[in-house]
């Protein structure tokens, strides 16, 4: 009988131990479960964070290419300009020589 009681308190403070083994690693769990959500919401703010910026990079690439067209339309307004007072000094350099012309046939009627 003693045996039989002995045995009945060494089990039962095997299973006290155990709960006790178990309550520790139920409160890891939980610790655990909280450290995983502060994890999650961390990852979480990264992604929007992430988001956001390439949400901002392409707002950027968009204002590069409107800014590139505007440049280009500028150069090509530029050469157009360019070419147009080409024209006109040619045009001036035209009627400079017709003025010549004339005031030599002005002299030769005058002197004639």
Do not use: F, H, Y
Request: aromatic residues 0%.
């Amino acid at each position: 009988m003693m045996n039989v009681l002995r045995d009945i308190t060494s089990i039962g403070d095997v299973v006290q131990k155990e709960a006790e083994k178990a309550q520790k690693t139920t409160a890891d769990l939980d610790l655990i479960e909280t450290d995983m959500r502060v994890v999650v919401e961390g990852v979480e703010m990264v992604k929007k964070q992430a988001d956001e910026s390439l949400l901002r990079v392409e707002e950027a690439a968009k204002g590069v290419e409107q800014i590139s067209t505007a440049a280009q339309e500028a150069s090509k307004a530029a050469e157009e300009a360019a070419a147009a007072s080409r024209q006109q000094a040619e045009g001036m350099k035209e009627l400079a020589q017709a003025i010549e012309e004339i005031a030599a046939l002005a002299d030769e009627l005058q002197q004639g």
